[in-house]
């Protein structure tokens, strides 16, 4: 009952403050530069997450896509799997649901299996990690989010941990310095609303720097949505929800210059779904359960880059995550499986990270060398009302990473990157059950190069070697026929990627931009750990190979006037013994985005284009699709109405009924979405 008058109280809370901060008039805007001014397209984004000198996407030898607070807002997402839409071999898995949402990347990630610990998700620097049977693996909201970074491949291991199969999702929330300029203070809000399922959102974010020395932000949030509805008029139930969130996230500046840096932050998401479908990742007849999921996040990180010593540029990141699941009153009780059980699913994770970048100069070579230390404690929790669960065990993960990664500048030319990481890993089954511990040490080294063939064109390569030390699930699962896995072997993934750029400023226009990036990549992945089912056989088993592959293309063009986006992803995937397509392959996707600034009127629209092949898993075939969508956004750059930022979107305008090969359910029909935001600085 607390907790529902608190959730009340927000909601009350953001809808008054919001339409009087919205119908005021008078204060001070918030005043941003244009960016029309210095077109720069998706690719020619800074990437801060490859380690060594910052880069941009284009420059960097790896497949990296950044996404900026224009492309957040642009979006109107209602969940962050939606933001991936515009990135090529990225896509959110389950459904729309707002605790059946997964990802996968490259292939890597299906409804079927715990692929959560073969994509490593990081918010603010602290590793989140969740698996539960038909749930989702990550909780949060966009509206706390300015950018998020997609490194796509198991390259990403050497910095993030070994077994990233598919790659790193780093999301980095909103700053105080985003909405201040030149005042002390400042105050955003947002109202939004969606047609489809009849969704609202109430948002306020208070900055404030009441010193040159220190800053801070405190960011409220509250959703609500019904069930939504498909293209032909289904209604998937279970998809209405409401959730409160809310960042508080300080920095203080000090040392000499205030170069050194403390920031804090911490994100908590919070969603009680009454009579909801038991299974969240898809409609599957599980009957209906009262749920109530609470994510916690809290980051402590310090950079010093030690200025007058090039040797020393330190980055610490101390960190806590805690997801946790209550679920009771299940429409099934509790007799025909424990599944149905009242019962509490907790993941808590607590991390340090240290980490140094040195840097060396000596006539045409500059080098960047990034060494680290990353310790972690994770322990899975999981208690119903009859006792322990068998296919869901507790106990603990500890790992102790080592890594080293060399970033060598040749002539401003050629850039060379080597790296290696190992992963010392104990795993330790709850005391009750009587199973032993298991010690793994996993080593994931890579190589990759860029060479600038001219000053528009380069070239790009990399040989990568990851292992997956197997979960607490994987190692400790039993049930009364089987008994549990102790002898897993881990996988292992080999992949070596190719790849071309083509940049050029100044093409049509003086202020304009082109850029092009192409991706070829093979991974041959060995041991692969699927549920063996066979009376008398371990729970789990090493039963397959496979083999992925693929191309992806990124273009992009900007000027003042007009931006153009594209992103081509296709992938194939087999299983080695079966030669049948992996059912966690997406079909081929082509996404295109083109929109049009008016610059006297502050004003931009556009279309977007989501084209879905067909594909086939099996004797399991799915249609191909296209979903159109429209936008249009305005936001005065100057006068009485600088501040205000008013957005439009018309998602599937056709209204088309559509089910995407990894989702448990069609996807939603046409939605009118409007946004209104104001921001004050004072």
């Known amino acids: 009952m607390a907790n529902s008058c608190t959730r009340s109280a927000l909601k009350s809370a953001t809808i008054l403050t919001s339409a009087l901060l919205l119908s005021s008039g008078g204060a001070l805007a918030q005043s941003n530069e244009d960016p029309t001014l210095n077109p720069i397209t998706l690719l020619g984004r800074i990437v801060f997450g490859t380690g060594g000198s910052e880069t941009v996407a284009i420059d960097t030898p790896q497949a990296v896509t950044v996404l900026n607070q224009e492309d957040i807002d642009r979006a109107q997402a209602t969940t962050v799997g939606e933001l991936f839409e515009t990135v090529p071999g990225v896509q959110s898995i389950g459904s729309g649901r707002v605790a059946g949402e997964s990802f996968n990347i490259r292939g890597i990630g299906s409804l079927a299996a715990s692929d959560e610990s073969r994509i490593i998700i990081t918010v603010d620097g602290a590793t989140k990690f969740y698996e539960q049977y038909r749930l989702g693996s990550f909780f949060s909201d966009p509206e706390l989010y300015k950018q998020v970074e997609i490194l796509r491949g198991p390259a990403s291991s050497t910095l993030y941990g070994s077994g990233a199969l598919g790659g790193v999702i780093n999301f980095e929330t909103k700053d105080a310095s985003d909405f201040l300029t030149d005042g002390i203070n400042a105050l955003r809000t947002r109202l939004s609303y969606s047609s489809n399922s009849e969704e609202f959102l109430g948002s306020l974010i208070y900055a404030t720097r009441p010193s040159e020395n220190f800053d801070t932000l405190v960011a409220l949030q509250y959703r609500e949505a019904d069930d939504y509805t498909t293209g032909d008029g289904s209604e998937i139930g279970g998809s209405a929800f409401d959730s409160a969130s ?32 038991y299974s969240q990742t898809g409609t599957l007849g599980f009957g209906t359960v009262d749920r109530h999921i609470v994510d916690d996040t809290i980051a402590l990180r310090y950079q010093n880059p030690v200025s007058g010593n090039p040797l020393f540029d330190f980055d610490v990141v101390l960190a806590y995550s805690n997801t946790q699941n209550e679920q009771y009153d299940s429409s099934f009780g509790c007799f025909g499986s424990p599944l149905f ?14 980490e140094n970048t040195a840097t060396f100069g000596a006539g045409i070579w500059q080098t960047y060398l990034t060494t680290g230390v990353q310790l972690s404690h994770q322990e899975r929790l999981a208690t119903t009302e009859i006792g322990d669960l068998g296919f869901h065990p507790e106990g603990t993960d500890d790992r102790v990473g080592l890594y080293a990664q060399a970033e060598m500048i040749w002539n401003e030319r050629l850039t060379i990157v080597p790296g290696i990481r190992a992963d010392f890993a104990e795993l330790t089954a709850n005391e009750d059950s009587g199973l032993d511990d298991v010690s793994e040490v996993a080593i994931s080294p890579k190589i990759a190069a860029l060479y600038d063939i001219s000053e528009t064109v380069n070239i790009f390569g990399s040989l990568a070697r990851t ?56 991974s041959e992945i060995d ?26 293309l990124e273009a992009a063009y900007e000027s003042e006037a007009v931006f153009v986006r594209s992103a081509y992803s296709d992938v194939r995937g087999t299983d080695d013994a079966t030669g049948e397509t992996l059912d966690s392959i997406p079909a081929r996707t082509l996404n ?32 191909s699709y296209e979903v159109h969508d429209l936008f249009v956004g305005w936001k005065p750059q100057q006068g009485a109405l600088q501040g205000v930022q008013a957005n439009f979107r018309v998602s599937n305008v056709l209204d088309k009924q559509y089910t995407n090969s990894l989702a448990g359910d069609a996807g939603e029909g046409r939605s009118y979405n409007v946004s209104l935001t104001k921001t004050f600085e004072f």
Request: include cysteine; charged fraction near 25%; aromatic fraction near 12%.
């Open 246 to 277: 809310g960042l508080v996230k300080s920095n203080l500046y000090f040392g000499d210059s205030l170069d050194q840096v403390l920031t804090f932050s911490y994100t908590r998401w919070d969603s009680e779904l009454q009579d909801t479908e």
């Open 467 to 522: 292992q997956r030390v197997p979960t607490i699930d994987e190692f400790f699962s039993t049930d009364a026929d089987e008994p549990n896995s102790p002898d897993l072997e881990m996988e292992t993934a080999n992949s070596v990627e190719l790849g071309a750029s083509f940049s050029r400023q100044s093409v049509l226009s003086d202020n304009d931009a082109f850029q092009v990036k192409a991706t070829l990549f093979y």
């Open 527 to 552: 041991d692969l750990i699927a549920r063996e089912d066979t009376a008398g056989t371990p729970y789990y088993a090493n039963v397959d190979a496979a083999t992925i592959h693929g191309i992806e």
């Open 592 to 623: 295109l985005t083109v929109g049009k600034r008016i610059v006297a009127l502050d004003v931009e629209y556009g279309w977007q284009g989501n084209f879905v092949d067909d594909i086939a898993y099996g004797t399991d075939e799915y249609d």
């Open 341 to 354: 059980c009242d019962s509490e699913y907790a993941y808590e994770t607590t991390s340090l990270k240290v």
